[in-house]
């Protein structure tokens, strides 16, 4: 007898795609109940607010979100405008989670600690299939608590581990030491973040795009504050991968960023050191001393970590997971997002049934479902919950019919680092050159390269 009847479905997280997650499960006739972390929804993008996003409101909106605000009289955005990273919140994930069929089903300050099985831990067998899951949830009031649910969407992401400064996926040796050295992965260093940046020396580390808009807004900083010195550290020859593709990138404006910070290395604005592999940090009195697996040392007073993200898999220990050794996604999806192979533009559309664990009915989803892989769309996000909540109810049919049409802009290797898009530059004719021809929301920095690993250091 199966004991989860009537009981609702956990969301893990209450961004883009697991609000999106709690609408399709609505339209489903599901229950979810919405765990978020931070105060409010969106909590990880609020750290990114000053960003703006290549991709139009087009791309950024779930169907079944719309439909739900749509309901309640919420006017969209213009299609074809850009949204910055804080526009997103304010102008659909707010009014989203102010909806009552929302907002009664979500817990904000309430951090997931650990998923199980009701009475079972991972190495039992018997009637697991059909045992609720309890999700251990710490409260903004401090209590824990124990949730009993039916199943379980983790769409909490990544941004809350990056990976480290050092080689070989360990922190560089002194790297926790130097923590108060080291920034948030996206600072907005020409606003709220000016004063730890203005008239200091600044290290950038990594090769992604993510680096590329730290470097060029510490170069916008460093115009009206002279004495600001920027370093760029890299581990290959070159900083080639955060140039892309220029000219030949299938949106003018991305390509415009490569080509302007190409010119601030070539005019001796931005300092770059290749072949750069961090091994150790040395926190000094004032500063702090990075040296290279060669033995070549920088001193910096702040390091910007462009080092991209993994998925935090400690909360899962309980659950039966079956992961790609090498991106850490789900064993069917790895093969299909790795890096080394894959570029954004060459990903089928997938759903519940690539995303299944040998845990049934539980699934990750978003940007942790691609585990260390770069190259995740917003708008693939959106069609695997509608997948699973489909899953979820029964309707296997619906399940398994993915579509996903994407516009034809070329390749888009994408950076590991942030987890969104480029800001578009201000001289540039935003709606009339880079929405032209439609772009999805890209959860992560695109580059214009063919294809290839977008390592980020």
């Known amino acids: 007898m199966d004991s989860r009847k009537n009981l609702p479905v956990a969301v893990i997280g209450a961004g883009p795609v697991g609000l999106a997650a709690a609408a399709h499960l609505l339209e489903q006739g599901l229950e979810p109940v919405i765990f978020e972390a931070g105060p409010t929804v969106g909590a990880a993008i609020e750290q990114w607010r000053h960003i703006r996003l290549f991709s139009p409101w087009r791309f950024n909106l779930d169907p079944a979100a719309v439909r739900l605000l749509e309901a309640g009289g919420w006017e969209a955005p213009r299609p074809t405008a850009l949204p910055w990273g804080g526009e997103l919140i304010d102008d659909y994930l707010a009014p989203l989670a ?16 650990a998923v199980t099985r009701q009475g079972l831990d991972k190495t039992h067998v018997r009637d697991r299939d059909t045992t609720p899951f309890t999700v251990r949830v710490q409260h903004e009031d401090g209590e824990v608590r124990d949730h009993t649910v039916a199943a379980v969407i983790d769409a909490s992401g990544t941004w809350s581990q990056r990976n480290p400064l050092g080689t070989s996926g360990l922190p560089a040796l002194g790297e926790d030491g130097a ?21 200091r020396r600044v290290l950038v580390v990594g090769a992604g795009h993510s680096a590329a808009n730290s470097l060029i807004s510490l170069a916008s900083l460093a115009r009206e504050e002279s004495d600001t010195r920027i370093l760029w550290a890299v581990r290959g020859a070159s900083g080639q991968k955060a140039y892309g593709g220029g000219e030949a990138d299938g949106l003018p404006a991305r390509g415009q960023l490569g080509s302007r910070l190409r010119r601030l290395v070539e005019a001796g604005t931005i300092e770059l050191h290749t072949g750069f592999g961090i091994s150790s940090l040395k926190t000094l009195n004032s500063h702090v001393r990075v040296e290279a697996v060669d033995g070549r040392t920088l001193e910096a007073d702040v390091i910007v970590p462009c080092t991209g993200f993994r998925p935090d898999l400690d909360i899962l220990r309980e659950v039966r997971l079956e992961l790609d050794p090498a991106v850490e996604a789900p064993v069917q999806l790895g093969p299909l997002i790795d890096p080394e192979f894959h570029s954004c533009g060459t990903v089928p559309p997938h759903g519940a049934k690539l995303l299944a664990h040998p845990e049934k009915d539980f699934y990750i989803v978003g940007m942790k479902s691609y585990g260390r892989a770069p190259t995740f769309l917003l708008a693939t996000g959106y069609e695997q919950v509608r997948s699973v909540a489909a899953a979820l109810a029964g309707d296997h049919h619906s399940a398994d019919t993915v579509q996903l049409e994407l516009p034809a802009t070329g390749v888009c290797s994408i950076d590991t680092a942030t987890g969104r898009d480029f800001p578009a530059p201000d001289d540039v004719d935003i709606e009339g050159r880079c929405c032209g021809t439609p772009e999805p929301v890209l959860i992560g920095i695109p580059t214009g390269l063919a294809h290839g690993r977008s390592d980020s250091n």
């Not at 102010?98 to 600690?113: D, E, F, K, N």
């Not at 920034?183 to 203005?198: E, K, N, Q, Y």
């Open 98 to 113: 102010a909806l009552p069929a929302i907002r009664s089903r979500l817990q904000t300050g309430s951090r997931v600690t």
């Open 179 to 199: 923590a108060e050295r080291i920034s948030s992965p996206l600072p907005d260093v020409t606003g709220l973040d000016r004063a730890a940046f203005a008239g």
